[in-house]
């Protein structure tokens, strides 16, 4: 209750309650920069998206734009192959942290560039969101800037209300306390000397280096201005999957970075903001399984395990029965379901991190 309601009413009394300023920009167009863009399976995106970018880094002297691609079995190399004043790399299947790594250390970018942005190859940047980006890089104590992302179709769904509602909060935490909790992987930039290399096995590459910057004592922030696009009206069954994924890299990089619950370590604004607004959600349905696995245990205890056993019987039958195509429900229209489907998602996530995550390897996502 305290995440999903109270934890958004309490950042909108800080926001309010606090003098706002002006985030001091400085586009220097000069800075050597470097946009790095995995890829796997892009050729209906990856033109587009390399067009749009060249149009934003237009003013930039020393801008750079490298593409990994990661084994695509499409047409995404042979596209790639045919763009000029690109560096292209390709790999076999080493998946997308794997991907970054190579790109940065091959061509030694944490050396040779100022500003690393990542971007996803299916994603429309804004004319003006590179120099939005770079606008943020004022003073040494910013490690990491994040975008908006923006749904490019005109009428919203519940995914793109999520996102919509996401690039707020993360806003606002980053202007009451000085830290967003991460950014989104579609597109951000960060300060070349303070990458860290990705473990091997790591799937969420954005909020690993995230966790990393401030582990660093460096500061996330979000600009409203710097906008990119990205199609989101994808099935669910595919949320699903992205989401189990997501969640599996999730509690990685929770458990790498444990330390960072510690308030006297770490301001007591980004402790707040981190367990309300992903800790516990990233926990919930683990301790809603819990507490099924421990009503069967009691059954015959009480009869509140005999509810609290039937009422979670009934909501996995009713998932299953969805999942199984037995029951057709509008996600559009059922919000309750889309959490309930979502959060199981997370669950699943959960039990793939305890079996031990190999590689990090990704089917793109179809948005």
Known sequence: MYSYILYPLTLAFLLKNKKLHKVPKNIDFQKKIAVVIPAYNESQYIDETIFNLKMALSG????????????????????????????????????????????????????????????????????????????????????????????SQQKNNIESEYVLRENRWKWIESVVFGNAIGVFGACYGMRSKFYNTIPSDFITDDLYLSMHAIQNKKHILINPEAQVFENMESSIINEFNRKKRYAAGNFQVFFKFLELLNPFEYSFGFVYSYFFHKVVRWFLPVFAFLIFVFSIALLPFGAIYKVLSLLSILILLYLWLIFKNKINIDFQKSKISYFLFMNLAILIGFFSFLKGIKKNTWQRSDR
């Open 60 to 151: 930039f002297t020393n801008a750079q734009i490298y593409v990994g691609d990661d084994g695509s079995e499409d047409s995404t190399f042979d596209i790639l192959s045919q763009i000029p004043q690109i560096n292209i790399s390709k790999f076999n299947r080493i998946g997308k942290g794997n991907v970054l790594n190579q790109i940065i250390e091959q061509h030694q970018l944490k050396q040779n560039s100022d500003i690393l942005i990542f971007l996803d190859a299916n994603i429309k940047v804004d004319q003006e969101a590179i120099k939005e980006l770079v606008s943020y890089f004022t003073s040494d104590e910013v490690g990491i800037v994040g975008t908006y992302v923006m749904p």
